[in-house]
């Protein structure tokens, strides 16, 4: 500066981002200037630029593996305003608004001024801020908001007095928190909020017509660096001065996590469940945090939390221990960040509270109120669908195909087939058709080679046979489980054999989002199922009209789990928990003809696989008609209406399966209480218990009830009986 004076007219910035006298600056060079000045600055004005950008800049300096490993997932400005307009901006905007119906001009200036001083007083916390897009954002519409209320105040009143103690700008980015473990991330946060809070005064000088200081940076910016499952979140901010918590937590599913962010989730909570993804250690610090407060928040979260076995895991203990309330939720849709290289992923969010019952639904362009919106963001009861061995109600069961955890090698393709069959005609017993689910989808069989213990002398025989169940021997005795080095004992097997004595019913554990019906046919008992196929033995026509029926793929598509966006079934979740209908002997017997029908339709397109069959666009039209005879078929045995809504269906089977469960559990608590009663040994049951049993399944009396009163009868009927034997001595 004393070199050069006119320096010195340029405002002292400071903002302590070069505090860290280690850090070396770069030289900044003549071409670097050139670059800035003229082909980054020509026919572009900077100061309208996004602070958000810095997010999507962030984004793109870290590679693939960086990301995944870290569960980042960096947002769009869309993306956010899905998060905080439901949260508090479509309020606010609201409450704004009603204001300014208002015709009184005193009472109009006095509720300005105080809703600014309530926008002042708000305050915003995201526990993973990253680069501090959500902050970034929620402070730039906080301020525009405000400018509002300014220029409103400013038209009426004149011009503001700011050059005193009062400034006509209360929303301040020191109301904004964040916590990040990236320390770059949180020098962009930090610079980010800035820029926002330069461009925010610069609108409102355009209101007021002065000049409002910026420089030296002098407002703070409460961005901490740290593992947000691991800092306690109240010696950045007071839970009580809290207003709202948001953001984008990292989303891993718990097959990726390291052993220290396994570490992280078990810290957070002893109610967390196990194998669950990593950004529920996120809600439950939330609602940890949010106890005895009036905070509201809301997370993008990866949609597998809201599906299958997770519901149980997160939100169980998320609703009935910390007591939390869904306010809103978008059901999944695919998350586009800013960066150019995007990471796709399906995403939920979830909005929050621990005080405020009902809500909105958003799924897709619909809108809809709910009374109530459970874990899997339905409107309908908090019922939690938990993995099930048998099925809740007399069904046949459901069990996986075989798994060969072979390498390969004890699979064939028609043309692996043939070569075999050149070399050694006598190994044709021996192969059977084989299929996994998109084989089974594509109509496409493979073969497998399926020997027993008296067959073993073709492995002997066959130089081909004998390379294969060497090489499975070797790959098994490869593997770090224990049980599978134990199965190379027995290489020309497969690993689990779930084979049926009779045609079964089969269906692909993972198939598309796109089609209304998850494929599902009969196969014979010659073709082995691999595991990624369910099947049911013996199955009747019955069970599968119900199976493929709109109400059961309505409850498929809510409870079971997904693999990326496409359906993921499973017998223990979805099947075994399905409650089926009780329909009269002839509704019975007009669905078995409807299913018959839709194998019918099937037929009449011999050449096409089920994968085209069930082709939502290009679906034949008999096949469609077939379908939906059958789907009505089914409604009414449910006694649903034949234009109930999927909604109305899982709401309805929700309603189902609680009254079921509380069925079952009461069964299972009244026998434990007859086996107690009767003592060890005991094979039958006495008439007189018998009634109180009756009494105890009808809710008449409760299991400690039955207990007391079966030990009190049981004294008398041993009284009774050794007064009459003492009589017939």
Known sequence: PDELPALLDF???????????????????????????????????????????????????LNPETRRKGGMHYTSVENIGKVIEPLFMDALEEEFAEIMRG??????????????????????LDPACGSGNFLTETYIRLRRLENKVILELNA????????GVLSPVKVKISQFYGIEINDFACAVAETALWIAESQMLKETEDIIGATLEFFPLKTNTNIHEGNALRLDWAEIVEPTELSYIMGNPPFLGYAFQSKTQKEDLQGVSPAIGRNVDYVAGWYFRAASFMEGTQIKAAFVSTNSIVQGEQVEAVWRPLMKDFGVKINFAWRTFRWDSEANDKAQVHCVIVGFSLNEEGGIIFDGETKTTAKNINGYLIDAPSVFVARRSKPLCKVAEMQRGSQPTDDGNLILSAEEKEALLAKCEKAKPFIRPFMMGKDFIERKPRYCLRFDTPSL?????????????????????????????????????????????????????VSSENRRYVPIDYLSKETIAGNKLFLVPDSSSYLFGVLTSSVHMAWMRTVSGRLKSDYSYSNTIVYNNFVWPEPSVELHEQIEVSAKAILQAREKHPNTTLSDLYDDLTMPEDLRTAHAKNDRLVLRAYGLSESATESEIVAHLMMLYSAKIAQVERQEAVEAVIQKILGKGAETIPAWLEELKAKALNAEITPTELLAQGKALKKQEAAKTRKAAAKAS
Request: proline share 4%; with cysteine; charged share 30%.
């Open 457 to 509: 002398k073709i492995i002997r025989e066959c130089s081909e046979i004998r390379r294969r169940v060497e090489a499975v021997k070797q790959f098994r005795l490869s593997s770090s489980k224990a049980a599978t080095r134990a199965k190379a004992d027995t290489p020309w097997l497969f690993d689990e054999v779930h084979d049926s004595p009779t045609n079964y019913l089969a269906l692909p554990i």
């Open 156 to 163: 009426r009143k004149g011009q503001f007095d700011f050059g």
């Open 103 to 124: 015709n009184q001009a005193a009472a109009k200036m006095r509720k300005l001024r105080a809703f600014q001083e309530k926008l002042g007083a708000l305050k915003f």
């Open 11 to 61: 405002p002292y910035v400071n903002g302590g981002l070069f505090s860290d006298e280690s850090v070396r600056i770069p030289q900044f060079t003549q071409e670097l200037k050139d670059l800035l000045l003229a082909e980054a600055s020509e026919g572009f004005n900077w100061a309208d630029i996004s602070p958000t950008i810095f997010g999507a800049v962030f984004e793109s300096t």
